[in-house]
């Protein structure tokens, strides 16, 4: 088949057409393409035109967001705590106020027992002074009869509390040795049925002590002041008219009759006259020291013959006794006293 001029031109004219279509189509993709560069590398640079402090603004915008997180995690743990406590404050709070209250009412108690402990105080106080009294009052009587107190019993006016109704012991107040307590404890104690008495004042005349020996049977008291193997005073309350000093110094002649006849509603006790006698009489001290010393023999024979008796021995001195103290050494009154009663035996053993 042979195909016409004018079918090629037609179908040139066609193809023509396509092409120009094809072409256009391309060229608008092409200028399509190239406006989408252009907006791409506008916004490119205007990006790369961006300063670097906003860069390193934003960075530290997103550090402070962070920090901010950080705090308030922070602040909500410390709200936390401060409620937690809060509650522990209003528990011991709580506590506070019950102890307060229980205080408050120990307080009201206190001030309504406190009339009561301040009666019972004053009784007290009244009771000791009772004692007290009672406690002198018995010193007194204790100390007329000679009876040594140790300390600790309530003895701290003995011998200070020597007289009742002005009247004097019958025996001088026994003064501490230097630094020794007072009241004065006895440094010996013992009976006469284990220690017979001329051993006991060997033992102290050996011992060289000072202070007063007490000798206690059927309620009589004999005391002897010693020093340094000295016998110096002796007094006992011995009430038998016969064997009192002024029976002595009234035989012996050396106080008259009347002078003693005059004092004898003044003295109780043997030592009492005898300072009667050089106060009031004003007779010698060497007189009366010769009487008391005789009666001291009589007193130590009474003593020797002991069989039984509780002792006491004071350390101590008597410092106002001293116009009444005479010289007497034990050495002489063991031998005198053996000597006698050798004699007394020769003579039973020559009756027998």
Known sequence: MSSTPSDAGSSKSALQRSLEKTVQIEVDDVSASHLALASAAEESGSMEDEPPNTVLLKEQFEQKVRDCTVLSHSADALKSEIETLRRDFSVQKAEYLVELRTLKEILGKTHSQAAELQEVAQNLKH????????????????NLWGIPMLPGDGAQEDGRAASKNGRESFFPTLVPLSGDADPIAPVLR???????????????????????LTVVTDGLFSKLYLEKAVLQLAGWNNRDPDLRLAALLEESGLVPHEVLHELKDRWSFDLELAKLLRT?????????Q???????????????????????????????ARHLRFHLPVTDILLKTAAEMDEKGREEGDSA
């Open 127 to 142: 009771a000791n002074n009772q004692l007290k009294t009672e406690n002198l009052t018995l010193q007194s009587h204790l």
């Open 190 to 212: 013992g009976d006469l049925a284990s220690l017979c008495f001329p051993n006991l004042l060997h033992f102290l005349a050996n011992s060289k002590l000072q202070g007063i």
């Open 280 to 288: 009031d009489k004003k007779i010698p001290e060497t007189v009366i």
């Open 290 to 320: 010769e009487g008391l010393r005789e009666h001291a023999r009589i007193i130590l024979s009474y003593l020797f013959q002991l069989k039984r008796g509780a002792l006491f021995f004071q350390p101590g001195q008597l410092p106002r």
